[in-house]
C-alpha cells in the first residue's frame, strides 16, 4: 500500500510543495509513497499553479477521502483540515511548522513539527539529515513555497532556518534572483480578475475551533488594496453565506504585502470580541491591523485567546 502524503485543505504552495518533497524523500527511503493534495489540479490555487508550472512538475494526485489509507500529513495536524474519514486512516508521519493539531494515532510516527515559517524549511533539514540529494525540480518548489510562507522574509514567521533553507535550494534549483521569482508569484497570488468572490474567499482559508465555536480565516495577499476594491462588497456576501453554514465568525485578512498590513474584514457574532482581539474598532466591516502578515503567528493566536481557548 502506498503511503499517501497530503497538505491540508484549500492547499496553498507549502502544502502542494510539502507533500511533493516528503513523498519523494519517503521513495529515496525505500518506501512507496505518492503525493496527494485535496483539490484537483484545475482548482489548485493560481500561485501554486505557476510554481508547478515553472520548474516542470505535475500536481499531486487528488484524495477525497482517507479511509483505509496509510497516510502522512504535511503543512497540518488538524482533524478539521484533513482529508475525510481521517478517523478511519492509519496517519504514519507528520512534518509540519504549526501548533500541535488533534489528530491522535494508536502508534508511534514520525513527527517532526518546528517553530519555523514553511514545512519546506523542516523538510530541507531532513534531507540533510539523511544525506539524501534533493533534485532540482523539488528543490525549486521547496524554495517558491519558504518565498510563499515567509512573504519574501517579511512575515514574521521567518526565522533564520528559513533563510538558510532558501540559500540552500536556490543553489539547488539555479535561482539567481529570488526577489524577481518572488514578485512572479505574488503577481499569480494576487490576481482577483474573473474569479468568483466565494473562490477567492477560499483560496487561502482555514476553520477553527475555537472554545467550541467554528471560526473561519481567510488570507489573499495582495500588491495593492486596490485590486479588490471594485468587489469588496461581493467578498463580504460570500463570506455571510460561508458564516451561514454554522459558523460563529468569518475573517477575511486583505494582505496588503507593500505596506506590511491588514485590512481585516470581519463578519461575526460577537464583533465586540473581535475588536478586542486585535485591540482595534471596526470601522463599517473590516479594520486595519498595521503590521499583520501572518494568519497562523499573528491572527489565529490572538482569537484563541479572545475565545478563552
Known amino acids: 500500500m502506498s503511503i499517501c502524503v497530503v497538505g491540508h485543505s484549500n492547499p496553498d504552495t507549502d502544502s502542494v510543495a510539502a507533500a511533493?518533497?516528503?513523498?519523494?524523500?519517503l521513495k529515496a527511503e525505500g518506501s512507496d509513497a505518492v503525493a496527494c493534495m485535496q483539490s484537483d489540479a484545475a482548482s489548485l490555487n493560481p500561485e501554486s499553479t505557476v510554481v508547478l508550472e515553472k520548474f516542470g512538475m505535475a500536481a499531486p494526485?487528488?484524495?477525497?477521502?482517507?479511509?483505509?489509507k496509510e497516510i502522512a500529513l504535511v503543512d497540518h495536524s488538524d482533524i478539521g483540515q484533513a482529508p475525510a474519514n481521517i478517523g478511519?486512516?492509519?496517519v504514519v508521519a507528520i512534518v509540519d511548522h504549526h501548533k500541535v493539531g488533534d489528530i491522535t494515532t494508536n502508534n508511534p510516527i514520525?513527527?517532526?513539527?518546528?517553530?519555523?515559517g514553511c514545512t519546506c524549511t523542516v523538510l530541507n533539514e531532513m534531507y540533510?539529515?539523511?544525506g539524501i540529494d534533493i533534485p532540482k525540480d523539488i528543490a525549486g518548489v521547496m524554495l517558491c513555497a519558504i518565498l510563499s510562507d515567509t512573504?519574501?522574509?517579511?512575515?514574521?514567521t521567518c526565522t533564520d532556518a528559513d533563510k538558510a533553507a532558501v540559500a540552500d535550494l536556490k543553489t539547488i534549483a539555479g535561482v539567481d534572483d529570488t526577489d524577481a521569482l518572488f514578485m512572479d508569484m505574488l503577481k499569480a497570488k494576487s490576481s482577483v480578475d474573473g474569479v468568483p468572490a466565494k473562490d477567492l474567499l477560499f483560496r487561502d482559508y482555514k476553520d477553527f475551533d475555537m472554545n467550541g465555536n467554528k471560526v473561519g480565516v481567510g488570507q489573499l495577499e495582495l500588491a495593492t488594496l486596490d485590486q479588490?476594491?471594485?468587489i469588496r462588497d461581493d467578498l463580504y456576501k460570500a463570506m455571510e453565506e460561508v458564516k451561514a453554514d454554522g459558523r460563529h465568525s468569518v475573517l477575511l485578512m486583505l494582505t496588503d504585502v507593500v505596506k506590511e498590513g491588514t485590512d481585516l474584514v470581519v463578519v461575526s457574532d460577537d464583533n465586540a470580541l473581535i475588536e478586542k482581539a486585535f485591540d482595534g474598532k471596526l470601522d463599517g466591516t473590516s479594520m486595519w491591523v498595521d503590521g499583520m502578515m501572518s494568519r497562523k503567528k499573528q491572527t489565529v493566536p490572538n482569537l484563541q485567546k479572545a475565545f478563552g481557548c
Open 20 to 25: 511533493i518533497s516528503f513523498a519523494n524523500l
Open 61 to 68: 494526485e487528488e484524495i477525497k477521502d482517507a479511509a483505509g
Open 88 to 90: 478511519d486512516a492509519e
Open 110 to 116: 514520525l513527527f517532526n513539527a518546528q517553530p519555523v
Open 128 to 130: 540533510k539529515i539523511k
Open 151 to 156: 512573504v519574501n522574509f517579511k512575515s514574521p
Open 228 to 230: 479588490v476594491a471594485a
